[in-house]
């Protein structure tokens, strides 16, 4: 079992950044890709990216191509997501969640997931 723990939600005004963290225990942490996703209200989740294992391979929605970028630390067992140039419509919900396959945009294939952690990004 893969248990994860998202942080660095927050209220951000529009054009500012924040860096969500993902920390993992109970796995080879090395042997899961990792993806992000968020959830709006009223909205179904959606892919944001992912990385690889090794960190070496990463993909993004296009909403945020650009914005956004994915990273981890292996020895830190953690995954990142940082956001820059945050608009109103980048408000939701943000999960991590752990495949132990390949980086997939679709949700199903994860097997892990975190609890979420909060993004408001204010006009």
């Known amino acids: 079992q893969v248990q994860l723990v998202e942080s660095g939600g927050g209220l951000v005004q529009a054009g500012g950044s924040l860096r969500l963290s993902c920390a993992a225990s109970?796995?080879?942490?090395?042997?899961?890709?990792m993806g992000w996703f968020r959830q709006a209200p009223g909205k179904e989740r959606e892919f944001v990216g992912g990385?690889?294992?090794?960190?070496?391979?990463?993909y993004y929605a296009d909403p945020v191509k650009g914005r956004f970028t994915i990273s981890r630390d292996n020895a830190k067992n953690t995954v990142y997501l940082q956001m820059n140039s945050l608009k109103p419509e980048d408000t939701a919900v943000y999960y991590c969640?752990?495949?132990?396959?390949?980086?997939?945009?679709?949700?199903?294939?994860?097997?892990?997931w975190g609890q979420g952690t909060q993004v408001t990004v204010s006009s």
């Open positions: 109970g796995g080879t942490f090395g042997r899961y890709a």
């Open positions: 990385i690889s294992g090794s960190g070496t391979f990463t």
């Open positions: 969640a752990a495949n132990g396959k390949r980086v997939s945009s679709l949700s199903c294939d994860y097997d892990y």
